[in-house]
């Protein structure tokens, strides 16, 4: 679901959190689960957003589908893992 100029807060700090699933090499699920915090950022700050912070989690939580035998079961277990996880921060207080 892409966000709409309305709805993202420009003026909070905003954190991106890519997530992959379990299959394959822990290091390339790394890189992808950066690199799909990435493009959120992008989207975001064409929206406006001034201050997003980005990061990956790998593959860390997801659950491996590498036991299932129905493909369908298998690819929805994989899908389910492919998202990003945006946040939004309370904003700094000025300092007295």
Do not use: C
């Not at 966000?3 to 997530?19: F, I, N, T």
């Not at 975001?44 to 001034?50: C, D, F, R, S």
């Not at 493909?71 to 000025?94: G, H």
């Amino acid at each position: 679901m892409a966000p709409s100029r309305r709805a993202v807060k420009k003026d909070y700090p905003l954190e991106a959190m890519g997530h992959a699933s379990a299959e394959g090499p822990a290091e390339y699920n790394l890189k992808l689960s950066r690199d799909r915090a990435k493009t959120v950022e992008n989207a975001l700050k064409q929206l406006g957003a001034k201050q997003v912070k980005t990061d990956g989690a790998g593959e860390e939580g997801a659950q491996s589908s590498e036991g299932e035998k129905d493909k369908k079961k298998r690819e929805e277990l994989r899908a389910k893992w492919r998202f990003v996880e945006v946040l939004v921060k309370p904003r700094e207080k000025p300092a007295s």
